[in-house]
């Protein structure tokens, strides 16, 4: 099979609202997304530290899922190392080689991305949000969110763009 660069005229279906434009651009964004995660597959395949390297050592792996499904539980080195049957030497080790940073740090970054996603997307107050996410008081959560992203969590949802008609919900849910 020959692979060639469409013509303009041949891609005006895709963009000018024909039938099934939205399916087209549904599918577009499913290979863009999946053609990001070979990109960071590879990465890890060089030996840069990354998400998908630590996917690839049993134990870091072990530790990711387990903070991934429950972000908001009260994590230490010593409750991952534990759940892995590891010490906590060897968890935080291991993990800093294969992700790039402590489990604590990557967790922060990850409850962090969950409370922006959470402000961006709905109405519920900044104490709901920081113990979703598992801090325990709006205070600590805006404290770091404010040193992560540079601004308050108040101000990150002032900021946040909705598309045009569309407010974000109210309803709670899991992060």
Do not use: K
């Not at 190392?81 to 010490?87: D, E, F, G, K, T």
């Not at 404010?146 to 407010?167: D, H, I, L, M, T």
Request: hydrophobic share 45%; proline share 7%; net charge positive.
């Amino acid at each position: 099979m020959i692979c060639r660069n469409p013509a303009p005229q041949e891609l005006a279906p895709i963009v000018d609202g024909a039938l099934g434009q939205a399916v087209v651009e549904r599918r577009i964004l499913d290979l863009l997304l999946l053609q990001l995660v070979r990109i960071n597959a590879d990465r890890a395949e060089s030996g840069n530290p990354s998400w998908a390297a630590g996917t690839r050592d049993p134990i870091v792996a072990r530790a990711l899922a387990a903070l991934h499904q429950e972000p908001a539980a009260p994590w230490t080195v010593a409750e991952l190392a534990l759940r892995c049957h590891v010490s906590r030497a060897t968890m935080a080790a291991r993990f800093r080689a294969a992700v790039g940073q402590s489990p604590m740090a990557y967790l922060t970054t990850r409850r962090l991305a969950l409370a922006a996603d959470r402000l961006a997307s709905s109405t519920v107050t900044t104490a709901v949000i920081a113990e979703e996410v598992g801090y325990s008081n709006a205070f600590t959560f805006s404290a770091a969110f404010s040193r992560e992203y540079g601004v308050s969590p108040s101000g990150y949802r002032r900021s946040a763009s909705f598309p045009p008609g569309v407010a974000p919900s109210s309803h709670r849910t899991a992060p």
